[in-house]
């Protein structure tokens, strides 16, 4: 009895295994050979079906000041249109976030005010002005998006760009601004205080603007999705201090800070400058080699100090937090574009984290600026 009992275990793991490994119908072929459930579950879908992430890691281009003109980005626009994003996330605070901390409580009430002053500003004179509120605006906003590009008239636009601003979405309506030609700019009926701010955004080196709005126009994509995530502010707030306290008293620390200058990285800049192409800066800011020296200066020492206090562990934690809330911020947006190219404009300080926690995803395929052709 016991050997056929064995014989018929045997028989239906076979039939079972074999069964997962052969899927006829979809005429897909899965090999099991790793144990690790999740890589399984990646191995289900077959490449040229997963969503490519493009992380590109930026710097804050608004300090080059009176040395940036939108020629410098040429070369990298030209390359981030050959890999045809669907969807652009942009480096701001999402509007969901900007509405949530207004009604949190007196902290994020005034830490959303500093951060997102412009967005607060302009949302509340367009909703007294038109009598909106932000849950009609958003509804209006996804009514409206439901159009083709198009099919969006010189109303639909105008109409967009009133209830984008009134959801705090200023880089969605500047890049919707951007569409009007020079007339129809002229004769939509808004305030001209707020022409001049869309206007302003639209012309801006900042790099949600000059890479942001300028690459979704040329590819006629109709939105932007800020996903940067500040929620960890109110406990660095907390123990920044005493952080920095003890930090000063660490030899660990302090002889860390003889090594902080990245010459090799101030060298690219100024090359690039000089040819007016920064397209082989992003490459090395981009790049594996940068990556690891500068996530080690930047974070590494966090794991070396060994504080009592263990604040040392606590920052990089909560760093660790930020990157994965904008994880998770990237993977709701692009739940809904499924095989499609996202493009991330990011600090380039979050890019490796960012890669690694989305390339542990089901269906999604980290790329990088080497791999477009």
């Known amino acids: 009895m016991k050997v056929k009992l064995i014989l018929l275990i045997v028989s239906f793991s076979v039939l079972f295994f074999g069964c997962l490994k052969e899927m006829p119908d979809k005429e897909l072929t899965v090999s099991i050979e790793s144990e690790d459930p999740i890589k399984n579950l990646q191995k289900l ?27 410098l980005l040429d070369s990298l626009i030209f390359v981030l249109k050959k890999f045809n994003p669907s969807l652009i996330c942009v480096d701001g605070i999402s509007p969901k976030e900007i509405e949530a901390f207004q009604h949190l409580d007196d902290y994020h009430s005034k ?10 500003k302009l949302a509340e004179l367009v909703r007294k002005k038109y009598k909106i509120s932000y849950s009609k605006a958003a509804d ?14 010189f109303d639909d636009r105008l109409e967009l760009i009133k209830n984008l601003i009134a959801t705090y979405d200023i880089y969605s309506a500047s890049l919707q601004w951007s569409y009007f030609t020079k007339e129809e700019k002229s004769k939509a009926e808004i305030e001209p205080s707020i022409k001049d701010e869309l206007e302003n955004l639209v012309n801006s080196n900042d790099e949600n603007s000059s890479i942001g709005i300028r690459l979704a126009s040329q590819l006629k994509i109709q939105k932007l999705y800020p996903i ?23 030899e660990v620390y302090l002889n860390s800070r003889k090594d902080v200058l990245d010459f090799q990285t101030d060298r690219k800049l100024k090359e690039a400058l000089a040819k007016k192409n920064l397209f082989p800066f992003f490459r090395h800011i981009n790049s594996v080699d ?4 500068s996530s080690n200066k930047n974070w590494g020492i966090y794991y070396k100090m060994f504080l009592d206090s263990g604040l040392d562990r606590t920052r990089v934690a909560l760093w660790e937090m930020k990157c994965l809330r904008i994880a998770a911020n990237i993977r709701e947006i692009s739940s809904f574009y499924p095989g499609k ?17 989305l390339s542990s995803l089901g269906d999604v395929i980290v790329t990088s600026l080497d791999k477009i052709n």
């Open 341 to 357: 190219n996202v493009l991330v404009i990011i600090d380039v300080s979050a890019k490796p984290f960012l890669e690694e926690y």
């Open 228 to 250: 940067n995530d500040y929620s960890d502010k109110f406990y660095l707030d907390k123990i920044s201090d005493k952080l920095y306290e003890e930090m000063l008293i660490s």
């Open 111 to 120: 830490l959303v005010s500093s951060l997102a002053p412009q967005e607060i």
């Open 290 to 293: 940068y990556l690891i020296n």
């Open 140 to 153: 209006e906003v996804d009514s409206l998006l439901r159009k083709d590009y198009s099919q969006i008239s």
């Open 45 to 71: 879908t077959p490449d040229e079906f997963k969503s490519n992430i493009l992380i590109l890691g930026v710097p804050p281009l608004n300090v080059l000041r009176k040395d940036f003109s939108p020629a």
